[in-house]
């Protein structure tokens, strides 16, 4: 890159001594555009169109950085533009910050004939290298002496911007009774005697554009008398995760680093499930709408959505040959409850305006649908988007936190209750002042319309049949940024809802 000083010729400072250089020789006829990029970064070669109505053969561009005006020291960089228009780029890679202008000058001196407007460069974004979405997982318990899978292959994450490539996996120690192949599929058989800890594969990663990793694996065994445990979560995904960068690679570490086993997903945009079960290497089930599933164990017995009636099932194949039946569904969100809560209003007004949503249809017509899976005495999980409060958090001791109405019987859930279902946050924690288990929502703090957004847990795991809860918590990681605002692409958490998550345990054997 060239630097272009005083020239011998200045038309400028000999005509118009008494007019600053960058005024003196305009002409309205003459332009000067930065044509590509429209957003400079850092190492950019910056293109500029040019249009004179003199042409002449020593005419010229120079960038010239802050306030400095031709004249005034050597241009940063610089080109001839003969003819009375075109098209030139400019070595300006070694440009940064700014702010910068371009100026048309004529005649290899400073008379300005025209220039563009301020620009400036920004930091090009820091692109990471191919990399594991995460250093270590668990798998779900393997039964003793049965032989199994785990794919890894799809926790390979290419950043954008990356050059094309492929991942090469391999063995680096661990356990002898499990190996991986080259694409990333671990394979084992248990030992025939469960040991009392985990099984350990570490495997080695390589990219072959650039990049490399390891994962620890680690793989539990259980004996056939063992308890079964699975941990399930209800996870609206924010328009199919469109909302933050890097989105998918969030959702799995969201998965794996929490230890969920089934996870019901609202707004997935017909895609995401699919999209998440693919990294994951897990089963799926994936509606054309809003709804989908992710397991670690096998799916089957899909009961799909209908026009009315937002909701889906399916029966979830755990170890030792149980099963339980899986319910999700995302009910209709106008009319929100919370937001017709104003001074004055009863609780029976309350009531008797969510009575007429679609939402409370919606949650007829599920439990309708769910009446013969209710009617066992089998295992049953509804992992669902309420968009409702719940009756078991509205009381008198929680007023305050809902604008002062004391206890307001939700039709939503008041419903569940009646049809049998248990509430398992509630059935961990008895006390809703103390544990309010908020899922709306950790990043809008503010309603859209002025004030504060109310705060309620509308996403929820209830359950009948032959289920115990152990654990039981709202989930949201790290501090994510409020909306509206900028900072929400670079969230770590993936929603803006909290998810809702239950650790469920039932016996090795029903009855």
Known sequence: MSTRGPVKRNPAERTHTSVPPLLSAATAGSVITLTSPAAPHEGDRLTFHWTVDVPDPTNWIGIYDGDRQPGTGGSLVWVYTPGASGDTT??????????????LLAKDGYGILARTAPFSFTPRPVIPRPHAAVDSLTTAPQDAGAAF?????????????????SAAFRRLGGVPWMSVTADGTVTGTAPASAPRTPGQLVVGVRDSAAGADTIT??????????????????????????????????????VLTQGLDIVALQETGGTAAHALAEALGWEVYQSGGSLGIVSRHPLSDVTAPTADLPAAAVTVRLPGRRTLRLWTAQLDEADYGPYAVRPGRTAAQIEAAEKLTLRYRQVKALLAAMHRDLASDAPVILAVGLASPSHL???SRTASAHGGVGRVRWPVTDALQQAGLVDAFRDAHSNPAKDP???????????????????????????????KVLEAHSLYTGWPQPVPGTGITANGWPSDHAAAVVTFTLSATRG
Request: proline share 7%; aromatic share 8%; hydrophobic share 35%.
């Open 90 to 103: 400019l070595d300006t890679s070694g440009l940064s910050g700014g702010p910068y202008t371009a100026y």
């Open 149 to 165: 899978s785990v794919r890894l292959g799809g926790l390979w994450i290419r950043p954008e911007g990356n050059p094309a490539g």
């Open 217 to 254: 694996v680690q793989v539990p065994v259980r004996a056939a008398r063992d308890r079964i445990q699975v941990k399930v979560a209800s996870l609206n995904l924010w328009d199919a995760g469109s909302h933050v960068d890097g989105f998918l690679e969030k959702q799995v570490r969201v």
């Open 393 to 395: 958090d509205w009381t």
């Open 437 to 467: 288990g908020t899922t709306w929502s950790p990043v809008r703090p503010t309603h859209d319309g002025g004030g504060a957004e109310p705060q309620d847990r509308i996403d929820q795991v209830q359950y009948a049949g032959q289920l």
